[in-house]
C-alpha cells in the first residue's frame, strides 16, 4: 500500500421506500497521470432512520480513516447532513460520534450554514457536499466514462469468482449460509452496480451528458454513489495539479546581464 494512498466515502442517500448506498475508495496517487482508483466495499441499508444512517457513516469513516464522506446534499441529502453536523451515541458501544465538519462543497455559502454547528470535538472538514446539477452532472459523466476507458477505477472480482474461491477454502467450507452470504456481499453489490452501469443510456442536451435508464426496474442509486465519489476525487486531482503547477512557477527564475 503507499503511503500516500487514502479512502473516500462516496453516499448516495435514501430513506423510506429507498435504500442507501455507500461506495469506498482506496485512492492511490501515481507519479504520472491521475491516480488508481480501487473499489473496496460498498454497504447499502434500508430504510434506515437518517439518524441511524450518521451513526453507521461515521463508524465507516473512522474504520477506513478516511479522508472525506461525499454527500449528495439535495434532497434527502440535507436531511441526513442535519444527523452529520451533530454528535451521535454508538448503541454498541455507548461512544460519542462527533459531529462533522464540512470541508467543502459544490455551491456557495455552504460555509455560513455549518459554521454554526461546530465545538471543539468537530471532526473538522470530515464532509464534502455535492448538489448536482447538469454541469456537474456532465463533468462526473464525462471523468467517469475517462478512467474506465483508461483502467484507472478497480473493481472487486465477480460474485460467482469470489464464491469459487471462498468454497475453496476451509474456511468457506466450514461457514454456514448466513456467514457465508455475509462474506460475499460486497462482491454480489458489485455485481448489482455493474448492472446498473449496464444498463444506463448516454444522451446529449445541448452541452450535457444525460444518463438515462434503458430499463426502469433497474436502480441506479449505486452508480450515483460511485460517482459521486469519483467526482470529489476529481477535485482533489486538479488541486494537486495546480498546486504542483504553482510550485513550479515558483521555483522558475530568469536571470539577466
Not at 27 to 55: C, M, R
Not at 153 to 177: P, Y
Not at 228 to 244: A, N, T, V
Amino acid at each position: 500500500s503507499s503511503k500516500n494512498a487514502y479512502y473516500v466515502l462516496g453516499i448516495d442517500v435514501g430513506r423510506k421506500g429507498c435504500t442507501s448506498e455507500v461506495c469506498v475508495f482506496k485512492v492511490t496517487p501515481q507519479a504520472q497521470g491521475t491516480s488508481l482508483k480501487t473499489l473496496v466495499n460498498l454497504y447499502t441499508w434500508d430504510e434506515e432512520h437518517f439518524g441511524v444512517q450518521a451513526i453507521n457513516i461515521k463508524k465507516l469513516y473512522y474504520k477506513y480513516k478516511a479522508k472525506q464522506v461525499v454527500i449528495d446534499a439535495n434532497g434527502l441529502g440535507a436531511g441526513l447532513v442535519d444527523f452529520m453536523v451533530t454528535d451521535q451515541i454508538d448503541p454498541e458501544t455507548g461512544e460519542i460520534l462527533p459531529n462533522f465538519g464540512v470541508g467543502g462543497a459544490t455551491y456557495e455559502g455552504w460555509e455560513q450554514d455549518f459554521k454554526k454547528f461546530r465545538t471543539p470535538d468537530t471532526e473538522l472538514d470530515a464532509m464534502y457536499l455535492i448538489k448536482a446539477n447538469a454541469p456537474i452532472n456532465t463533468e462526473a459523466h464525462s471523468y467517469v466514462q475517462s478512467q474506465l476507458s483508461s483502467g484507472k477505477i478497480k473493481f472487486l472480482i465477480d460474485e460467482n469468482q469470489a464464491k469459487v474461491k471462498l468454497m475453496s477454502t476451509k474456511m468457506g467450507q466450514g461457514m454456514d449460509n448466513d456467514k457465508r452470504a455475509e462474506y460475499l456481499k460486497p462482491f454480489t453489490l458489485t455485481t448489482i452496480l455493474r448492472e446498473q452501469m449496464l444498463n444506463l443510456v448516454e444522451e446529449n442536451e445541448g452541452v450535457n451528458i444525460i444518463l438515462k435508464q434503458s430499463t426502469k426496474g433497474i436502480r441506479k442509486d449505486k452508480f450515483s454513489a460511485f460517482e459521486y465519489g469519483l467526482y470529489y476525487i476529481k477535485q482533489e486531482e486538479e488541486k494537486l495539479k495546480r498546486r504542483k503547477h504553482h510550485n513550479i512557477s515558483d521555483m522558475m527564475f530568469f536571470s539577466s546581464r
